[in-house]
C-alpha cells in the first residue's frame, strides 16, 4: 500500500503559478504510475496530467503547455508545476496512484490523497 499526501495548494491571481506536490510513503514508490485529478464544484473529477514509472507524461487538453508534472523517486514526491493559471483551474486537486501503466481513467487508480484546494482569482 501507499499513502499520498498533497501540498502547495492555495489562492493565486489568474496567470500565476502554484507547484503542487503529492508525497508517497513507503519503499516502492518508484513502481507506481501517478495521476494528478481535479475536482470543480459541482462538477466530476477530471484528469489533469500522469506520469509513468519511466517518466513519460501525458496532460489534459485544457493543461497542455501549463502545467508539468514531474517525480522524483528518490524523494517518494510528484509534483505539478501550474503555470498561467485560469480561474477554470479552481478546483481540488488529488494525487493517485497505480501499480501498472499510467492511465487517465480515475477509477484505475487504487491509492487517493486527500487533496489540496486551488483557487484562481480573476
Known amino acids: 500500500q501507499v499513502q499520498l499526501v498533497e501540498s502547495g495548494g492555495g489562492l493565486v491571481q489568474a496567470g500565476g503559478s502554484l507547484r503542487l506536490s503529492c508525497a508517497a510513503s513507503?519503499?516502492?514508490?518508484?513502481?507506481?504510475?501517478m495521476g494528478w485529478f481535479r475536482q470543480a464544484p459541482g462538477k466530476e473529477r477530471e484528469f489533469v496530467s500522469a506520469i509513468s514509472r519511466g517518466g513519460s507524461t501525458n496532460y489534459a487538453d485544457s493543461v497542455k503547455g501549463r502545467f508539468t508534472i514531474s517525480r522524483d523517486n528518490a524523494k517518494n514526491t510528484v509534483y505539478l508545476q501550474m503555470n498561467s493559471l485560469k480561474p477554470e483551474d479552481t478546483a481540488v486537486y488529488s494525487c493517485?496512484?497505480?501499480?501498472?501503466?499510467?492511465?487517465?481513467?480515475?477509477?484505475?487508480?487504487?491509492?487517493w490523497g486527500q487533496g489540496t484546494q486551488v483557487t484562481v482569482s480573476s
Open positions: 513507503g519503499r516502492t514508490f518508484s513502481t507506481y504510475a
Open positions: 493517485a496512484a497505480r501499480v501498472g501503466i499510467m492511465v487517465v481513467h480515475d477509477k484505475a487508480y487504487a491509492y
